[in-house]
């Protein structure tokens, strides 16, 4: 019998200046695990003149203890949908820190790679935690500035943890990454920003370097369609946007509602921020706005003028396909046809759960 969530974590307490803190630790090869029940509650307890996540850790040597730090928000994707942008404007706001590696994938693949270890997590973050978030400092103590993790696979990718043996012949994961970053913090907070779907598998598989063209996109994409309808027939949604995954084009990713729907079983609606690429492009000031809002941080900050000159300058932002594939062309109209009436009644989910703002079936220009 397949348990409801079975998680390779394990808890290490200890106590510092006063302070009682449960910090989440991740086991090498799962050998420690708990089990994670919907409802369970986490009692840690941050360091209180920290606006971000922090706390102190003894160190090895019995030296001082250092400061450690997780994210105070995590960019979750999705892939092709301006993550990238997103992310430089963000990290404009004098609090918000930009030392940070941009796409760690730690949470989702690293960590399969390098090591399970927490520590190898909060390492990432060291140059952003020692230089800004400890040293912007108020005058009554408190430590206002925060930090992120923009990993745009972490709304959806699980592969590597689905192909640890005892997860071998699961039909649906035994849990996603929300789990991870809610038992990390239960207090994140987690922003998303989606894009057209098929416009972004387009995006998705120029950029990535899958094909030269619209013509091998579009055998590719009939492929992806094919596969995941095949999947459908023996399996759940979930199986086949998690497990059963395209080789090339990557349709499951724009099969957005699976993914939100998965945190949304974990975090509060207050606590998940969604954007519309479309939106946001034509004016990033409002919507940035909008985000900073999110993280409680002021819109009306000092360097509004700093961001509005520099970083408002879309050409110099985000990653583009023209520039990686200069002739790759536009999609074709008969391959747009078929993707759209593939992700309409997906669309229609995501409409359900986050209003008719993203109604991709009628804005399938």
């Avoid at 399969?112 to 270890?117: D, L």
């Avoid at 996603?176 to 057209?196: D, G, H, Q, W, Y």
């Avoid at 479309?278 to 809002?293: A, G, I, Q, R, W």
Wanted: hydrophobic content about 35%.
């Amino acid at each position: 019998m397949q348990p409801e969530f079975l998680l390779p974590i394990i808890f290490f307490t200890f106590a510092s200046a006063g302070i009682s803190l449960k910090v989440l630790h991740v086991v090498p090869n799962g050998e420690e695990q708990i089990y994670l029940k919907l409802g369970d509650k986490i009692n840690s307890v941050f360091l209180p003149n920290y606006k971000n996540p922090c706390w102190y850790e003894e160190t090895d040597n019995n030296k001082t203890p250092q400061i450690k730090c997780l994210p105070f928000f995590y960019i979750i994707g999705a892939p092709k949908c301006g993550t990238t942008d997103l992310h430089t404007r963000l990290v404009a706001h004098p609090l918000i820190s930009r030392k940070v590696v941009k796409e760690p994938h730690w949470i989702n693949r690293e960590r399969y790679i390098s090591g399970h270890e927490l520590s190898n997590y909060l390492q990432l973050f060291n140059k952003a935690v020692q230089e800004d978030i400890v040293n912007l400092k108020k005058q009554n103590g408190y430590h206002p500035a925060i930090f992120g993790d923009c990993s745009a696979s972490t709304s959806w990718d699980i592969r590597l943890m689905l192909k640890e043996n005892r997860y071998l012949g699961f039909t649906e994961p035994p849990y996603t990454n929300a789990e991870i970053i809610k038992n990390m913090n239960p207090f994140s907070k987690v922003i998303l920003i989606l894009r057209n779907p098929t416009q972004r598998l387009y995006s998705d598989y120029i950029y990535f370097g899958k094909g030269e063209n619209a013509y091998n996109f579009h055998h590719s994409a009939l492929a992806a369609v094919k596969n995941i309808t095949l999947c459908l027939k023996k399996y759940s949604l979930r199986h086949c946007t998690y497990l059963d995954l395209p080789k090339k084009a990557r349709l499951h990713i724009g099969i957005y509602h699976v993914f939100i729907e998965d945190f949304m079983r974990v975090f509060t609606r207050d606590r998940i921020h969604v954007l519309k690429l479309e939106e946001y492009s034509e004016n990033p000031v409002k919507y940035l706005d909008e985000v900073f809002l999110f993280l409680d941080l002021d819109r009306n900050y000092s360097t509004r003028n700093d961001l509005t000159q520099l970083y408002m300058n879309r050409t110099s932002i985000a990653n583009r396909r023209k520039e990686i594939a200069p002739h790759a062309g536009d999609i074709l109209q008969e391959t747009k046809l078929i993707l759209d009436d593939f992700y309409r009644p997906y669309n229609e989910r995501l409409v359900t759960l986050l209003g008719n703002k993203f109604n991709y079936n009628s804005n399938t220009e």
